[in-house]
């Protein structure tokens, strides 16, 4: 059943969400610029040649400071507008019925819907 958490549960599970978010957005970043840097010195033939021939890393090294902060900045537009579009999780604590956020504050069953993020799940 959900039992609702400690103030202290609460904000630990906070600090390790936003800790593992942080973590997932920097791994996925590094990922992209890698790519990104990989294709710029292999170059592209055909469909997308418009991104040119392969550079080698002298080339590649003064544009670096301005392809990291223009890609680093739509990433963390991305990453922001995920988040605030992320619906939140509510929970009928009495027959455990767990449903995205839709405004309907009230289970069938009568029981206040809680959010998800105040509760625990444990074994009866
Ligand atoms: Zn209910």
Redesign the pocket.
């Known amino acids: 059943m959900w039992i609702p958490m400690t103030d202290e549960e609460i904000r630990s599970t906070r600090k390790n969400t936003a800790i593992s978010r942080l973590i997932a957005f920097f791994i996925l970043y590094f990922i992209f610029f890698g790519l990104l840097i990989f294709f710029k010195m292999v170059g592209y033939e055909g469909r997308y040649r418009a991104m040119g021939q392969g550079m080698n890393w002298q080339g590649i090294a003064p544009q670096l400071p301005m392809m990291f902060l223009v890609t680093f900045g739509i990433a963390v537009l991305l990453g922001i507008s995920f988040l605030l579009g992320k619906k939140k999780m509510v929970i009928?604590p009495?027959?455990d019925?767990l449903k995205k956020d839709d405004g309907k504050n009230i289970?069938?069953?009568?029981?206040n819907f809680i959010d998800s993020k105040l509760l625990k799940w444990v074994e009866d």
């Open positions: 009928c009495k027959c019925k289970c069938e069953c009568g029981e």
